[in-house]
């Protein structure tokens, strides 16, 4: 009990003049002094491009429209008539010229019928020449009297139903070459085939979906907006998206068509927009975007100047050579550029680091870096 007694009696002897060892500057050693100074704010060295000025921008305000991208002018080629694919000449992404032969059909039963109704023309026609004769026959015999009214008229009344047979005849000669030209199909227009649908040896009844070609000069945003949104859109306004599949890229466009019906399940309005910019090349693409149906005059500040602390928002101002804290008022975004309104703690001309670090201290002085311009090493023996 003793030896445990001592022994707890020298660690408490030992922690007391570690304390008072502690508090006393004059024994706290060097390595006390540099830690203290240490924690002064060091001068922060900025170049001018580390830094940039508050300034007024337009700050443009609208709905958000989302959708996708679709061409303009496009053609789902179906079958009008019932064969067998004998040949696809064009592959998915292939350019076409208006007219080219896309797809082949056979046209066997077709060209057979064609040639039938041929047939029934010339065996129409035939009759109707002689139909023709008779009646010019009987018409000079019944001048002289040395024939019947009545035989005239049964021969009138041949020659007008040879003249319907005719007609008839050749109807469904037309109809039969119609269908044959119907076994090739070809390009409405100059473009790309975007969906190739059948290949050789399908069975292609009418209405079957065989190719479809796209114009892709012809793109289009088609989106929609809330209707809670629709009244302050206008036809003209511009629009701003980003296409899925193209990174940053912005797409610029126009209202061109506001449909005046809602849709009766999403509850919203559709919108076209007019691309006014660069155009995409894929069709079907996701886009969103904000039309700009407001724009006002207000204080911008990029993302990187602005620091987020919890529920604090702040950023750094130079004022005087020495960094100030400035807590700001945060407003809407701006879509366009990512820029944020501010709607309190600066003024315009103000003069704020662009992208700030963690370890800045409020009151720390800031020193303008010169310039350098390095020159070129010269040549040994010059």
Not at 34 to 58: F, G, H, I, M, W
Not at 169 to 185: E, G, H
Not at 209 to 217: F, R, S, T
Request: hydrophobic content about 40%; aromatic content about 2%; glycine content about 8%.
């Amino acid at each position: 009990m003793l030896r445990n007694t001592l022994l707890v009696l020298a660690i408490a002897s030992a922690l007391a003049a570690c304390s008072k060892e502690g508090k006393d500057p004059a024994k706290a050693g060097p390595n006390a002094t540099a830690q203290a100074k240490d924690n002064k704010p060091s001068q922060l060295l900025v170049a001018p491009e580390d830094l940039l000025t508050v300034r007024s921008d337009a700050l443009a305000s609208g709905p958000v429209i989302t959708g996708s991208i679709q061409p303009e002018r496009r053609a789902d080629l179906r079958a009008e008539v019932s064969a067998v694919v004998l040949q696809v000449l064009k592959e998915n992404g292939e350019p076409v010229k208006r007219g080219d032969l896309l797809v082949k059909l056979d046209e066997t039963a077709i060209r057979d019928t064609l040639l039938s109704a041929d047939e029934a023309v010339r065996a129409a026609s035939q009759a109707l020449d002689q139909s023709n004769r008779q009646l010019e026959r009987l018409k000079t015999l019944r001048a002289s009297g040395m024939t019947s009214a009545s035989a005239f008229d049964e021969a009138e009344v041949r020659r007008n139903s040879a003249l319907s047979e005719v007609s008839a005849a050749k109807s469904r000669a037309a109809l039969a070459r119609q269908q044959t030209s119907r076994t090739q199909v070809r390009a409405p227009f100059d473009g790309i085939v975007s969906d190739r649908k059948v290949s050789a040896g399908d069975t292609a009844t009418i209405g079957k979906e065989l190719v479809k070609v796209i114009d892709p000069n012809s793109m289009r945003f088609e989106g929609r907006v809330s209707t809670d949104k629709i009244a302050t859109v206008k036809l003209g306004q511009p629009v701003k998206f980003h296409i899925n599949g193209y990174g940053n890229q912005q797409f610029t466009g126009v209202v061109k068509r506001i449909d005046p019906s809602a849709n009766d399940i999403t509850r919203q309005v559709e919108v076209l927009v007019g691309l006014t910019g660069e155009q995409p090349r894929v069709a079907g693409l996701y886009a969103e975007g904000r039309i700009d149906a407001e724009t006002s005059s207000a204080l911008m500040l990029p993302e990187s100047a602005i620091v987020r602390n919890g529920d604090e928002v702040y950023t750094w101002r130079v004022k005087g050579g020495a960094l100030a804290k400035a807590n700001l008022e945060v407003g809407m975004r701006d879509q366009r550029t990512g820029a944020y309104e501010i709607k309190a703690g600066l003024a315009a001309g103000d003069t704020v680091l662009r992208s700030p670090s963690s370890n800045l201290k409020d009151g720390q002085k800031v020193e303008m870096a010169n310039a350098r311009v390095a020159s070129a090493p010269q040549p040994k023996g010059k």
